[in-house]
Each structure stands twice: as structure tokens, then as C-alpha cells.
């Protein structure tokens, strides 16, 4: 007889609040182990300076996991939120420890920026360049609470590394933010008309 596969049945989960059990389909359970084993040993070189913020992290998820549809709507998927949280966790920990942190956020509040990003894939035509930019810029502006509309350059490099795969991130200080001053707004006076003389009968 040829023998039946049977899958193995998705786990029980329970609901936070609820009080209840949900079944967790094994699509969601990947994600998750995805997720929780995402590759940050064998990394290093992290650095903050005055004007220069050096990142080395795991390659993003693939831009067909970083996203999901709910209800119609394209929404940031368990995978790609999980990538944004452990580099918000890994960010803090650097600025932490680092004795230019208060220079640094200084210089980010009134200078534009330049973001570049190198990654590091398996092999050199793996994946797309342009794939991993986004969930990038948004983990890294949304871990130093900044609006990436503050950076008016990006820079992006495709490499080969079968050994190390990885993404460095470099976030530098360009020119001071130009701020045009307040115009100063003058109030008109109000001119009194002079009086008419009543014209003379001489």
C-alpha cells in the first residue's frame, strides 16, 4: 500500500483576554520561528559618532513576507513587524552604551540626512536591491523616533557574501536644515482722514 502523509495539525493558542483557544495556522507558526531566529550572531562593528550612526543587522525579510492582506487591505505582516521591533531593541541598546548619544540627537534635530545601506545576500542575484529600503528606513527612523522625510539621500550597494549575510546601515548628519525665519507680520494703523476745512468766503 502506499503510505499517507498527514500533516501536522496547527497548534492551539491562547487567546490574551479572551479566554478562549485559537487555532494557529502553520503559516503564522513559520513566521514566528522565522522571526525568532533571525540571524544576529556573527554580526558586530556597531558604532555611534557625533554625526554618523553604523548599523550592521540581518537582511530584512523578503519583500514577499513582509507584507499581508487583511480584510482587502495591505497590511505589515507578524514577520515584518518582529524584523522592526528587534532592530528597535538593537538600536536602543547601542545608543545605550554610547558616549555620543546626546550629540547625536542633537545634530538630528536640526540637520538633513543621508541614509546609505549595503547588503550583504547569499549570492549576488538572489534578491532585488530595492526590496529590503523600506522596512530598513522605517525600523531604524521609527527606533530614534525621527520622520524619514529628513532624508534627502539614499545610497544603496548590492554584495556577495555567502558566508555573512547581513545589511549595513550607515544614517549621517548632512547640511543644517535651512529654516526660513517667521515673517513678521505688521499691523496697519488705521490713518485718520483729515478734516475737510469749510472753504472760505473771502
Request: one cysteine or more; glycine letters at 6%.
Amino acid at each position: 500500500m502506499r503510505p499517507i502523509r498527514i500533516r501536522t495539525l496547527p497548534q492551539l493558542q491562547e487567546t490574551k483576554g479572551k479566554g478562549g483557544l485559537v487555532l494557529v495556522s502553520r503559516s503564522v507558526q513559520q513566521s514566528k520561528i522565522r522571526a525568532s531566529n533571525q540571524g544576529w550572531t556573527n554580526l558586530g562593528g556597531d558604532s555611534l559618532e557625533a554625526r554618523e550612526l553604523f548599523l550592521v543587522l540581518p537582511l530584512p525579510p523578503s519583500i514577499n513576507h513582509q507584507y499581508a492582506t487583511v480584510n482587502g487591505r495591505r497590511v505589515l505582516s507578524a514577520t515584518g513587524r518582529h524584523y522592526k521591533i528587534a532592530v528597535g531593541k538593537h538600536l536602543s541598546a547601542i545608543l545605550h552604551v554610547s558616549p555620543y548619544r546626546a550629540d547625536f540627537f542633537e545634530g538630528l534635530g536640526n540637520h538633513m540626512l543621508s541614509l546609505s545601506i549595503r547588503f550583504y545576500f547569499k549570492t549576488a542575484l538572489r534578491r532585488d536591491l530595492d526590496g529590503g529600503l523600506k522596512i530598513a528606513q522605517d525600523a531604524i527612523c521609527q527606533a530614534i523616533s525621527l520622520n524619514d522625510n529628513r532624508i534627502t539621500e539614499i545610497h544603496m550597494y548590492k554584495n556577495a557574501d555567502a558566508a555573512r549575510p547581513r545589511m549595513e546601515c550607515t544614517l549621517t548628519l548632512q547640511e543644517p536644515l535651512k529654516v526660513k525665519p517667521k515673517a513678521i507680520r505688521r499691523r496697519l494703523t488705521a490713518v485718520t482722514r483729515p478734516k475737510r476745512q469749510p472753504p472760505s468766503t473771502t
